[in-house]
């Protein structure tokens, strides 16, 4: 298949990229040459901003796109509508956050709207503004569009640390601070089961709207810690504190412990993935990842996009865990 990926040199993208190469597809990379910019020199790579450089394109044609860059409405629109007479299948890379809060949610539930529908801050109202990009590339192409909304994505090269903050620091060893209850579940996809997923799709000229999450079957925050343990036979030990502890003593969910999100506030959304399970979603095992994001351990920015203001790492800094540890003790 002839591909055109938006985006394709950092994270997602590239995985995305290197699947598609792999299976023997030829693909166009549209970028603004910032990030990684020496990868695949197997692929075509046209440099321009895709606000207003598509056109660089000329009258070509691709059986799918593959938006991975998307964050704001605005842009979106104005790609989707540049190439919908040139592409076969618009596939973008949404996100479950675009659902309003709800115990469950599946395809077919809410979605947010953003307070202000022409911010360009995606920062503040991140699900909202892709809720939005949905219903830009749906509008401009009806009938031949692709939605993929994946949760958290975790793997090699993931220059957010939201995942690899745990393998990394329990691999430091010692006292190890563990947000409770230990029997929450967590949702993660493996960047390069997202891919596979994502490529297979587009081979499937499929169209619709898919969750894609995991992992399968079902992790609990205890046994993840206990996986990142044992694939870094490491000696560290998990001591569990409480939602109201931690909430108490201004810790932000997600932020300062990633993948945390306290029971007062929902937890985590069962995500209904029937429907990606049927299309070919699966997940490797969590040992795997693990493994391999410490394999590959880049950091808060080592990797990131070359766009947008620098990121703080991910988790908490060893001498806030300490006090955190100490006031439990204290408690």
Not at 37 to 46: I, M, N, Q
Not at 300 to 318: E, M, V
Request: with cysteine; hydrophobic share 40%.
């Amino acid at each position: 298949m002839q591909l055109l990926v938006l985006g394709g040199t950092a994270f997602v993208g590239r995985h995305i990229v290197a699947q598609s190469l792999d299976r023997g597809h030829d693909v166009t990379l549209f970028t603004r040459g910032r990030t990684n910019p020496g990868l695949f020199p197997d692929a075509e790579h046209v440099v321009g901003d895709r606000a207003v450089d598509l056109r660089l394109l000329g009258a070509r044609k691709f059986d799918a796109v593959i938006d991975t860059c998307g964050y704001v409405p605005r842009v979106v629109r104005l790609s989707a509508g540049v190439l919908a007479d040139r592409v076969e299948t618009y596939l973008y890379v949404s996100t479950v956050s675009v659902y309003e809060d709800a115990p469950t949610v599946d395809e077919s539930s809410a979605t947010r709207r953003p307070s202000d529908p022409d911010s360009d801050d995606v920062a503040a109202d991140y699900g909202g503004l892709k809720a939005l990009c949905e219903l830009a590339v749906e509008a401009a192409i009806p009938d031949r569009t692709l939605i993929v909304r994946p949760g958290l994505v975790v793997g090699p090269h993931d220059y957010t640390g939201r995942f690899t903050y745990w393998p990394a620091r329990i691999r430091r060893s010692g006292e190890v601070l563990a947000p409770g209850p230990r029997d929450t579940r967590v949702w993660f996809i493996d960047a390069r089961d997202l891919a596979m997923f994502i490529v297979g799709l587009v081979e499937q000229r499929a169209r619709g709207v898919y969750n894609a999450v995991g992992p399968t079957p079902a992790i609990t925050m205890e046994a993840l810690l206990a996986e990142c343990v044992a694939a870094t036979e490491s000696d560290a030990r998990l001591t569990w504190v409480t939602d109201g502890f931690l909430l108490a003593h201004g810790v932000s969910p997600f932020t300062d412990l990633p993948l945390w999100l306290p029971q007062s506030d929902g937890g985590h959304p069962d995500v209904d993935i029937r429907k990606g399970l049927a299309a070919g979603l699966s997940s490797r095992p969590v040992e795997s990842t693990v493994r391999d994001v410490l394999a590959v351990e880049v950091g808060g920015n080592g990797d990131g996009p070359g766009w947008g203001p620098p990121r703080p790492p991910a988790g908490l800094s060893p001498e806030r865990e300490r006090g955190l540890l100490e006031a439990w003790r204290r408690r």
